[in-house]
């Protein structure tokens, strides 16, 4: 049996993007007998079962529901997307007549530096008609080999470039394909990989991905590196702890959102409706009442999971005087007054509380005063859905360069204090 690590970096390598990473929660929680429930067919649920629902094929929550009467519901939030580049419609463009380059638009905030002068490939999905059922299909698709390029531009024609450098996305970033000959192969190639024909393909969301593969790495192997860290170091850390242990007295749901990486505003973001119409179908399946359904919210805790920053060993003057997390020092608790992070004394409590009766160690992450933080899916996902929630994540470096690094233990503290959520 592979440790936790390897386990994590061969989760990450089947999902080079949102949709395969949805896939792969799929397979592993079908193979441990989870039921899949179509969002445009009728529920059947019942006491006892465990269940899975997909939303745009990038989206999943998936649960677990007690055999006696719930008191409430135990959730754990995380994201499926992560920052790459997402190919435009009409990809190809010629340049000086020798070159074939792929049109690029950036998908959330990254670092641009390291996506430069490594070999990077192309994943996603197509979108077909389903001669046989009527309507469309969709197959996922991963070229899967070292395909394409951005290089840089070499220091002589550039002598400042080591002074700060401000990315131009339609110039600086645009990936080189193929020479000339290469000229109406793109989408043929990609058709190919996905078995369809290229005329079928009516539609398609296709990303780069970053070729290098997740490592182990430092003095005493105690670092991990890899594309996608943030936040699948979370969502494969959650799904483990749902497949954990028992779940008596509270409905368990592991939720993956799409979109978190631009503002989580979409059908399948932490800002839609999938949680709430989830909750809602379940109880209505399960003869609740309304009222009942806002008790068991009133009673509820979720956990909003999503990468922090470690303490850099370069920089940190940029971290919190105070409140200094490391890798490998355990899960870390996020504050913000603003409740951009939505732990308050209340779930703070509630958390660390779960973390003690597990044996797992808590650090905590407060932004300088002086530098504005991110914000995650905790205190979106709050305005549809309003309960109790901490905003935690794994201390990493790196953040949102498609090559992360995070520290070795800290997914399995995770799982345990996941798997003590849930139970
Ligand atoms: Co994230």
């Known amino acids: 049996m592979n440790t936790i690590p390897e386990q994590l ?28 429930l179509k969002e445009n067919e009728k529920w059947q649920v019942t006491r006892g079962g465990r269940y899975f629902v997909t939303r745009n094929e990038s989206a999943l929550i998936a649960f677990t529901i007690p055999e006696q009467d719930m008191r409430g519901m135990r959730i754990l939030a995380t994201h499926s997307d992560s920052p790459s580049f997402k190919i435009k419609e009409n990809p190809e463009m010629e340049a000086e007549g020798h070159y074939i380059k792929l049109n690029v638009e950036k998908y959330g905030g990254m670092l641009c530096a390291p996506w430069f002068d490594r070999p990077l490939s192309v994943a996603g999905r197509v979108v077909v008609k389903d001669e046989e059922k009527g309507g469309m299909r969709s197959v996922l698709v991963n070229l899967d080999r070292d395909l394409v390029m951005i290089p840089s531009l070499a220091i002589h024609m550039n002598r400042e470039v080591n002074d700060g450098y401000k990315y131009n996305a339609q110039k600086d970033m645009l990936p080189l394909y193929g020479d000339i ?15 369809v024909k290229e005329e079928e393909i009516l539609g398609h969301d296709l990303f780069l991905y970053n070729r290098q593969k997740g490592c182990i790495w430092g003095a005493e192997g105690e670092f991990i590196s890899s594309s996608r860290l943030d936040d699948l170091q979370c969502a ?12 008596k007295e509270y409905m368990a749901m592991h939720c993956v959102f799409d979109n978190e990486e631009t503002g989580s505003e979409t059908k ?3 800002a839609s409706t999938f949680l709430y119409d989830t909750l809602v179908r379940v109880h209505d399946c399960l003869d609740y009442s309304r009222e009942d359904y806002l008790i068991h919210l009133a009673d509820s805790f ?5 990468n922090g920053h470690a303490v ?8 919190d005087p105070v409140n200094r997390p490391y890798m490998n020092g355990g899960i870390v608790l996020k504050f913000n007054a603003a409740q951009r992070y939505c732990t308050d004394g209340v779930s703070a409590a509630m958390f660390r509380d779960i973390c003690r009766q597990a044996g ?11 530098i504005a933080g991110g914000s995650t899916l905790g205190n979106i996902s709050n305005t549809k859905v309003a309960l109790n929630t901490a905003d935690i994540g794994l ?5 949102h360069s498609p090559y992360e690094t995070a520290g070795v233990k800290d997914t399995e503290y995770l799982v345990k204090a996941a798997a003590a959520l849930f139970a």
Not at 183 to 194: C, D, I, N, P, S
Not at 236 to 247: D, N, P, W
Not at 302 to 306: E, I
């Open 9 to 36: 970096l061969a989760f990450i390598e089947k999902s080079p993007d949102c949709f395969h990473a949805v896939a792969a929660m799929k397979e592993e929680l079908a193979a441990n007998g989870f039921k899949e």
């Open 181 to 195: 000959q290469a000229k109406g192969t793109f989408m043929k190639q990609v058709a190919e990989a996905a078995g």
């Open 236 to 247: 494969f850390a959650s799904l483990k702890g749902l497949l954990a242990g028992e779940k």
């Open 268 to 270: 399948q973001g932490a």
């Open 302 to 306: 979720m956990v909003s999971a999503d």
């Open 312 to 319: 850099h060993p370069n920089y940190g003057d940029k971290a």
């Open 360 to 370: 797992v160690p808590v650090q905590t992450f407060v932004n300088r005063s002086d």
């Open 395 to 399: 201390a990493q470096l790196a953040m």
